[in-house]
């Protein structure tokens, strides 16, 4: 992207360049259509770096977290409750997982996969805590993302006996869809942050 914003700024530089060509040719040797080649080619270094700082041209996540759509997710494979789940991932400067698309989801179930866990399951962000005993309605990601994406299992969520607010993956055998789930459970976690 930031790399179409470059191009997009110096192409008029090119195009008029080009446009202008016996110009320049007639002109002044020195301005020959090379020159102004050398010369497009110096503003894209500039706009890429010198000229705005710092740029951050690749996303890396720590030591034995795995870089998924520009975040880093971690599987935390200890059980633990859902708030401590989140405090565990606060630690790291992470929240429990939000999920924004079914690739993503799948990224997510394959990395759990390859760190030997199968289909556990485990937390995601997803909480309706602070409707305790409340139709099913608004769900939230810990990390503050908006929820547009979901994943439910059939007839979910369904907060049975009125408290089942936290989101767990991989639920209902083949499907591994979402469940809502007491938050008291232990379960292992997700955690993700900004890469």
């Known amino acids: 992207m930031k790399l179409l914003a470059v191009f997009l700024l110096v192409s008029p530089v090119v195009v008029q360049a080009s446009a202008n060509r016996e110009y320049l040719l007639n002109k002044s040797k020195k301005h020959t259509l090379s020159h102004v080649l050398s010369m497009w ?18 996303v890396s996540c720590p030591s034995g977290w795995t870089l998924i759509n520009s975040r880093c ?12 789940a989140e405090k565990n991932c606060l ?22 996969s390859a760190a030997g ?5 485990p937390w995601l962000g ?15 990601w810990s990390d503050g993302s908006p929820m547009t994406y979901t994943n439910w299992c059939l007839k979910q969520p369904d907060n049975k006996a009125g408290h089942q607010n936290c989101l767990q993956m991989n639920y209902s ?5 979402w469940d809502d789930v007491e938050c008291h459970i232990r379960r292992p ?3 993700a942050k900004k890469g």
């Open 41 to 58: 080619a110096l503003s894209c270094i500039c706009f890429s770096s010198a000229c705005f700082g710092s740029i951050q041209t690749s």
């Open 73 to 84: 997710f971690l599987y935390v494979p200890t059980d633990m409750t859902w708030a401590n």
């Open 91 to 112: 630690s790291m400067g992470a929240n429990l997982a939000s999920v924004h698309n079914m690739n993503e989801y799948r990224r997510v179930q394959n990395l759990i």
């Open 117 to 121: 866990h199968g289909s556990k399951q």
């Open 126 to 140: 997803g909480s309706d805590g602070q409707q305790v005993f409340l139709p099913e309605k608004t769900w939230f």
């Open 173 to 177: 055998g083949k499907e591994n869809c």
């Open 189 to 191: 976690s997700v955690c």
